[in-house]
């Protein structure tokens, strides 16, 4: 039988009102009617009906987060951040995946959950600021990840051209000087690829080093075997870089692996850093340094974005947001130890 806020009053001699002010964490509740309040409902495993009080706010407490590919780490990791950060606020999360394309993407900002979802937390690669203008306002929404939008929509991302320049002078710092960039695209410029490659072209012209043509390898995409393809191209053609900034920890790995079958060390003959700090990262043959944006900064302030619409504490247009990161070294640029 589930116990109810007049079963707690009950039990603690106090009135339904001051359960519900302490169970509401209202802050005009003294520290002893709290605590007596509190060992009430431990006492009787008391658990809020999360369904109503949410039904009473005109909310469904469901938010949703829709990202490129589930199947990638990065994203799957990021997905649990925000599970755990909604859980937090009492908000159960709703996941989409769109395979990165524009017209799933399309669907998915134009609400076509609406009524179903209080808010949407949206990493996009192909969306267009066009596709986002005219949208309705019936369902927040906060944007993830490297797209610009001057859109009155908040938008949170790690700065990746400082990021790509930390991990190229990692290796600079290191004594590297052929640094290979490999997760290089052709297509939108403001894509995390390309600021990634701005960041690369950055340090190395800074410390005075020739970021040659040869040494940047394109890539159909950023998993695991574009990176193995990418490297073996490079190798194919005579190119030998002494370290490699990857565009993200899967390229880097499959880069690894290439190197490792060709004969090369690494990091001895040559060092390798990825990005994004996935759990893999940290279980390979040789560890992977990477650069490490902090997921959880980012589903918290993405999760505290959409709080702020539905209270409506946000101002008019959107605020952009920046999340940390740092990098973490490990054997594949420093060798065992």
């Given at each position: 039988?589930?116990?109810?806020?007049?079963?707690?009053?009950?039990?603690?001699?106090?009135?339904?009102?001051?359960?519900?002010?302490?169970?509401?964490?209202?802050?005009?509740?003294?520290?002893?009617?709290?605590?007596?309040?509190?060992?009430?409902?431990?006492?009787?495993?008391?658990?809020?009906?999360?369904?109503?009080?949410?039904?009473?706010?005109?909310?469904?407490?469901?938010?949703?987060?829709?990202?490129?590919?589930?199947?990638?780490?990065?994203f799957a990791e990021l997905a649990a951040a925000v599970i755990d950060a909604a859980?937090?606020?009492?908000?159960?999360?709703?996941?989409?995946?769109?395979?990165?394309?524009?017209?799933?993407?399309?669907?998915?900002?134009?609400?076509?959950?609406?009524?179903?979802?209080?808010?949407?937390?949206?990493?996009?690669?192909?969306?267009?600021?066009?596709?986002?203008?005219?949208?309705?306002?019936?369902?927040?929404?906060?944007?993830?990840?490297?797209?610009?939008?001057?859109?009155?929509?908040?938008?949170?991302?790690?700065?990746?051209?400082?990021?790509?320049?930390?991990?190229?002078?990692?290796?600079?710092?290191?004594?590297?000087?052929?640094?290979?960039?490999?997760?290089?695209?052709?297509?939108?410029?403001?894509?995390?690829?390309?600021?990634?490659?701005?960041?690369?072209?950055?340090?190395?012209?800074?410390?005075?080093?020739?970021?040659?043509?040869?040494?940047?390898?394109?890539?159909?995409?950023?998993?695991?075997?574009?990176?193995?393809?990418?490297?073996?191209?490079?190798?194919?053609?005579?190119?030998?870089?002494?370290?490699?900034?990857?565009?993200?920890?899967?390229?880097?790995?499959?880069?690894?692996?290439?190197?490792?079958?060709?004969?090369?060390?690494?990091?001895?003959?040559?060092?390798?850093?990825?990005?994004?700090?996935?759990?893999?990262?940290?279980?390979?043959?040789?560890?992977?340094?990477?650069?490490?944006?902090?997921?959880?900064?980012?589903?918290?302030?993405?999760?505290?974005?959409?709080?702020?619409?539905?209270?409506?504490?946000?101002?008019?247009?959107?605020?952009?947001?920046?999340?940390?990161?740092?990098?973490?070294?490990?054997?594949?640029?420093?060798?065992?130890?």
């Amino acid at each position: 039988m589930r116990v109810s806020l007049k079963d707690v009053a009950e039990r603690a001699g106090v009135s339904i009102k001051t359960v519900s002010n302490v169970v509401n964490n209202y802050q005009h509740v003294t520290p002893g009617m709290r605590a007596r309040v509190q060992q009430a409902i431990d006492e009787l495993g008391y658990r809020p009906n999360l369904t109503a009080r949410h039904l009473r706010k005109g909310r469904t407490g469901i938010i949703a987060l829709a990202v490129p590919e589930l199947g990638n780490p990065y994203f799957a990791e990021l997905a649990a951040a925000v599970i755990d950060a909604a859980a937090e606020q009492d908000l159960t999360v709703l996941l989409d995946h769109t395979r990165g394309e524009r017209e799933r993407e399309i669907l998915v900002s134009q609400g076509f959950r609406a009524g179903v979802i209080d808010g949407l937390i949206l990493s996009p690669l192909e969306l267009e600021a066009e596709d986002l203008r005219g949208r309705a306002a019936d369902v927040p929404l906060v944007l993830l990840g490297e797209r610009e939008y001057d859109l009155p929509y908040d938008h949170i991302a790690i700065d990746n051209v400082a990021a790509a320049r930390t991990a190229v002078r990692h290796l600079l710092g290191r004594g590297r000087t052929r640094i290979a960039y490999l997760g290089a695209r052709t297509d939108s410029a403001n894509r995390p690829a390309h600021l990634r490659l701005q960041g690369w072209q950055e340090e190395l012209s800074a410390a005075g080093v020739p970021t040659p043509e040869q040494l940047v390898g394109p890539t159909g995409g950023w998993d695991r075997s574009d990176g193995a393809e990418a490297m073996a191209r490079m190798l194919d053609a005579g190119v030998r870089p002494d370290a490699v900034f990857a565009y993200n920890d899967l390229v880097a790995i499959g880069a690894m692996r290439v190197l490792s079958e060709r004969g090369l060390r690494v990091p001895w003959d040559v060092a390798v850093v990825g990005f994004d700090d996935i759990t893999e990262s940290r279980y390979g043959a040789v560890t992977l340094t990477t650069i490490a944006p902090d997921k959880q900064a980012i589903a918290r302030l993405a999760v505290e974005s959409l709080l702020r619409s539905l209270r409506r504490e946000s101002a008019d247009g959107g605020r952009e947001l920046t999340a940390a990161f740092r990098l973490v070294e490990r054997e594949s640029t420093l060798g065992r130890r």
